[in-house]
């Protein structure tokens, strides 16, 4: 576990284990590298290295005030590769990480990153006159952050179980309240500005996305409606869909050993053996 220092001054932090070929996360709108804490574990016992990162305003990072659209996120991203000399890697970005990984292959090329997974990826355009139905619209935007603005505990409450259906998933208590305290934790700055950073058009950058993709998303996800995981990996070259019946926008948690499987899957398609191999 460890920071490095941006370009910019922002003092990120990232957590590191394991060696072998590089898996690098990076989650959701909210969430920190805590998110993939079995995931960490789990690829690291079979000999990958992995590393995730806290963006800027959450975890343990430094919450700077500024840099939390698109662009600089990608570029934090960016530095933290460069930081490592990491190559070969692959990526994988759960909901609006998606965009900033396909910020950061637009800006940055292919030459660090050679495959990415997509976890309940967020639309490929939010932008009027662009966007599907199925997307988030301006004046929803603006209630959604109206509510957290006023109350984020409340709001986070009664959103959860829409996020993990823990009825169907099992999901505990405990493990939901984990995750409220996690966001919580997070500069509410960074939380508006964050959730505004994903309305961007992006259409342009996933077809020309240089990498091959593997897509997953659960089709009872109502933060990130399934509709935007076919989309983008309809527009993807070398993209490819699965589609999980019953799964919510935290399946991450929820659906974990059927994920790791998939993802542990695509690596071993792609070439990318473990160490131990």
Partial sequence: MSHFTTTDGTQLFYRDCGRGQPIVFVASWALDSRTWGPYMLHFQELGYRCIALDRRGHGRSDDPGHGYR????????????????????????????????TRYLARHGRGRVARAVFLAPTAPSYVEGSREPWSMD???????????RRDLPYWLTDNANDFFLPAETGTT?????????????????????????????LREELRNLPVPLLVIHGNRDVSEPVQQGRATAAMVPDG??????????????????????DIHAFLREAGVMPRAA
Avoid: W
């Fill in 240 to 261: 490819r869909f699965l589609e999980y019946d019953g799964a919510p926008h935290g399946f991450y948690h929820t659906h974990y050993e059927r994920l790791i499987a």
């Fill in 70 to 101: 698109l662009d600089r996120l990608a570029d934090d991203l960016a530095e933290l590769l460069e930081h490592l000399d990491l190559r070969d890697v692959s990526l994988v970005a759960h909901s609006m990480a998606s965009g900033e990984a």
């Fill in 138 to 148: 301006e004046p929803t935007t603006a209630a959604v952050l109206a509510a957290i």
């Fill in 173 to 201: 208590p405990e493990y939901m309240q984990y995750t409220i305290d996690m966001i919580c934790g997070v500069s509410l700055q960074a939380l508006v500005e964050c959730f505004r950073a994903k309305r961007v058009d």
